[in-house]
T-cell receptor
């Protein structure tokens, strides 16, 4: 079974609109972390936002927020007021367990977001 | 003042050669990783080291050998390169402080085996 599922291979969004990128996860571990990364066409992986499984509030970082619904095992990324520079691949990832040093990330297949002027 | 750096950025080589990719982080993190991103953009972990000790070793051919001379460096040596090794290799480092954790990636090394 897929541990991280991103069901939207591609999305087109008008500039200045908000966009939600879907991510569902599967784990039986009570301690886990959820990450979102942006990969522009230049290829680097840019850390955007993190949500811990025990965090009570949804994480926010500037225009990025993470809509964390624990019971549904979803961790959608919301980008407000999208900009042309937001066009990129977006990856959702999960870290399971709490053994320090063993925090490997399992990645989803990504969503290619294109912002239309 | 790059946080996680990798060299080289591009590597083009012939099948059968041996090559190394270097990674350095100046973030003071204890844990470092190698990930492989294939042509379909799928990212998968290969190795992780914590304080120079190998922690994670996924099912990677033993032609791949990581080496960590100190906790700021994690190099990847690949013997007898094959066509299927062509990919982007990312180094990363991580830390966890209380409830916040981050995992930062290097710029990637684009390996093309001809």
């Amino acid at each position: 079974a897929q541990k991280i599922t991103q069901t939207q291979p591609g999305m087109f969004v008008q500039e200045k609109e908000a966009v939600t990128l879907d991510c569902t996860y599967d784990t039986s571990d009570p301690s886990y972390g959820l990450f979102w990364y942006k990969q522009p066409s230049s290829g680097e992986m840019i850390f955007l936002i993190y949500q811990g499984s025990y965090d009570q509030q949804n994480a926010t970082e500037g225009r990025y927020s993470l809509n964390f619904q624990k019971a549904r095992k979803s961790a959608n990324l919301v980008i407000s007021a999208s900009q042309l520079g937001d066009s990129a691949m977006y990856f959702c990832a999960m870290r399971e367990g709490q053994n320090f040093g063993n925090e490997k990330l399992t990645f989803g297949t990504g969503t290619r977001l294109t912002i239309i002027p | 003042d790059t946080a996680v750096s990798q060299t080289p950025k591009y590597l083009v080589t012939q099948m059968g050669n041996d090559k190394s990719i270097k990674c350095e982080q100046n973030l003071g993190h204890d844990t470092m990783y190698w990930y492989k991103q294939d042509s379909k953009k799928f990212l998968k972990i290969m190795f992780s080291y914590n304080n120079k000790e190998l922690i994670i070793n996924e099912t990677v051919p033993n032609r791949f050998s990581p080496k960590s001379p100190d906790k700021a460096h994690l190099n990847l040596h690949i013997n007898s390169l094959e066509l299927g090794d062509s990919a982007v290799y990312f180094c990363a480092s991580s830390t966890r402080i209380e409830i916040q954790e981050t995992q930062y990636f290097g710029p990637g090394t684009r390996l093309l085996v001809l």
